[in-house]
Structure formats: C-alpha cells, structure tokens
C-alpha cells in the first residue's frame, strides 16, 4: 500500500523559533497534499492544501505567513511554522493523494510539536 | 457547508461484545463516506470507505452502509477485540474539491 512518512515524528522547541516538518510519499507520487492539525481529543482540522509546483490553499483562519508550505516536488511537502509559540502546540498530520485513486489520501504518522 | 457528526466517546465495552458508533452526515452533493482509524501514538488509517449509496464498506470485521435516507454510516463490529481500542473518525469528501472532513471522533476502549 501507498506509504507517506513524516519527519521529525516529535520536535521540542523555544519560542520564537521555526520548525520545519517533511511529508514524504515513499511509494507514488503525491500531486496533492493535504496539512491537518490536530489538537488534544479533537478531530483534525485542515489546514491547507499544496499541489506540486504551485501554491497552497490555505483554509479561513490559517495564517499563512506564519505555516509556510512548500511542495516543492510530487514525493515531498514541507511545513514551516515560523515563531512558534506555544500554542502552536499541536500534533501536525500530512497526506497525500495520488493520480490514481481519486477519493483516498494517504496519511503520514504525524509529528508531535511542543513549543517551549 | 459539509458536516460529519459522530456519537460522543469514549465508548467501553467488554471483549466479544457488539459495536456500533453511529455517523450521520449532512452534504450537497453525493460525497464519498470514510471510517478512519488512529491507534495510540499512531497517524490515521482507512478502515473503510463507500462511494455511492447502499454500498456497505468491510475491512477486519468492520462494516459500515451508506444511507443516503437517514445520511449515515454507522460503524459495525460483531465482536470486539481488545486490540481494536483505538480512535474511530467517520469522514466524508465532497469529490469537488477533495477535501475530507472528519467528524469529532469516539474514542473506543475494550476491556480483557
């Protein structure tokens, strides 16, 4: 089956620093991939959408100077989130989805943020 | 706009005992239905999907039937392990715009 990985899988950081995270499709190429945020005991929210090449959608609400995106190929998205404060705090899923299979997003094993 | 609305956890039941969390959702179109599952320290997994009415999804004991009558998915299970503990999110997708929504989740806890 389609593998998408996250990198780092738990980050620990000051405040007022930046942290980048990576989403990768190990086995198929990602045209779409897709940012959540998921907060304690809550569902995931989304919070941007990157296709390869160009720029991402961000959903109301999300800042998008301060959660940079990049999907700079189709096996590879990064997040940024720039002067993270502590309640940036969240545990931060990616997933991606094919040229194949139209409905189904394959989900990384999200990263743990703590922002000190 | 789309809406997922799911029963509250977290449920508790003893093993070998029957499962239903219940799903209902609201959407314009004809959106695809989604059982996700996340297991502690883990990212979200598809349990099982259906694309049009009166399709049943199944995968490891689970089954779930898309009602376009009473828009739900109730999620399945005849006997439950302690091995399926875990978060259940019911989710749909509006095939417009490939975004998925998720319900708020049940947390499901089995007891040996």
């Known amino acids: 089956g389609a593998v998408v990985s996250q990198h780092p899988s738990r980050v620990i950081c000051k405040s007022g620093t930046s942290v980048k995270i990576e989403c990768r499709s190990l086995d198929f190429q990602a045209t779409t991939m897709f940012w959540y945020r998921q907060f304690p005991k809550q569902s995931l929210m989304l919070m941007a959408t990157s296709n390869e090449g160009s720029k991402a959608t961000y959903e109301q609400g999300v800042e998008k100077d301060k959660f940079l995106i990049n999907h700079a190929s189709l096996t590879l998205s990064t997040l940024t989130v720039t002067s993270a404060h502590p309640e940036d705090s969240s545990f931060y899923i990616c997933?991606?989805?094919?040229?194949?299979?139209?409905?189904?997003?394959?989900f990384g094993p999200g990263t743990r943020l703590t922002v000190l | 706009g789309d809406s997922v609305t799911q029963m509250e956890g977290p449920v508790t039941l003893s093993e070998e005992a029957f499962l239903t969390i219940n799903c209902t959702y609201t959407a314009t179109g004809y959106p695809s239905l989604f059982w996700y599952v996340q297991y502690p320290g883990e990212g979200l997994q598809l349990l099982l999907k259906?694309?049009?009415?009166?399709d049943k999804g199944s995968n490891k004991g689970f089954e779930a039937t898309y009602r376009k009558e009473t828009t739900s998915f109730h999620l399945e299970k005849g006997s439950v392990q302690v091995s399926d503990s875990a978060v259940y999110f019911c989710a749909l997708s509006d095939r417009s715009d490939d975004k998925i929504i998720f319900g708020k989740g049940t947390r499901l806890h089995i007891l040996p």
């Open positions: 259906a694309t049009k009415a009166d």
């Open positions: 997933s991606a989805r094919g040229t194949l299979e139209f409905d189904e997003q394959f």
